[in-house]
């Protein structure tokens, strides 16, 4: 990496850091696992945001081309959240924690710093929840694209590898919940 952007990635790391991050790592993307069973997940409506959502399942498009897009990238940066919850059936602390991500995510994706790192991509937890009801249900196009945000899920990545690629612990403990955003570059040398 070139000293110019190991000092982004030092800026980046600290903005992350600054607003609620608890853990950054470097990582290689080939060292994380990808697979189209993510979408087989999606497709289960679990968290009942396939078809809700422009940056969710279908709309974001097919995942062997968002993966290959995310193959695209050489390098890595994890931001983990971990919050704290009151009990196992805290949902809205679980609510609160899926924002907080995605809020982190964007504030690096629109971040000064961030645009001098060259082409980059960044990835949030679950569903955009920028606004309380995405475009997509009116058969509208998207008004704040810089505010949204896909999720590593939806381009098929598995979060588990990711903590692992980064010597990050996947889970945290009991009454926690983690999440992950991943901001992909290539490194200059
Ligand atoms: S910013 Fe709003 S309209 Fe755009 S994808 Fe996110 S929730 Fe949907």
Not at 54 to 65: N, S, V
Not at 108 to 121: F, Q, T, Y
Request: charged letters at 20%.
């Amino acid at each position: 990496m070139d000293e110019n952007q190991e000092k982004i990635i030092e800026e980046l790391k600290d903005l992350a850091i600054e607003n609620e991050a608890s853990n950054v790592a470097l990582i290689k993307i080939d060292d994380i696992r990808f697979s189209s069973e993510f979408r087989d997940i999606c497709e289960t409506k679990t968290c009942g945001a396939y078809g809700t959502n422009w940056m969710c399942p279908p709309y974001i498009g097919d995942i062997h081309k968002l993966m290959l897009k995310a193959q695209s990238f050489k390098d890595g940066l994890i931001i983990q959240t971990i919050d704290h919850l009151e009990d196992s059936f805290d949902i809205q602390g679980m609510l609160n924690a899926g924002k907080t991500i995605n809020n982190l995510a964007r504030k690096l994706k629109n971040s000064h710093i961030i645009k001098k790192l060259g082409e980059i991509m960044v990835l949030g937890s679950g569903a955009c929840g920028y606004c309380k009801k995405c475009s997509v249900l009116n058969n509208a196009s998207c008004p704040f694209p810089n505010m949204a945000v896909s999720s590593i899920e939806a381009y098929g990545i598995d979060a588990s590898s990711l903590a692992k690629a980064g010597n990050l612990n996947y889970i945290n403990g009991q009454n926690t919940v983690t999440y992950y955003s991943l901001i992909l570059f290539n490194q200059r040398k």
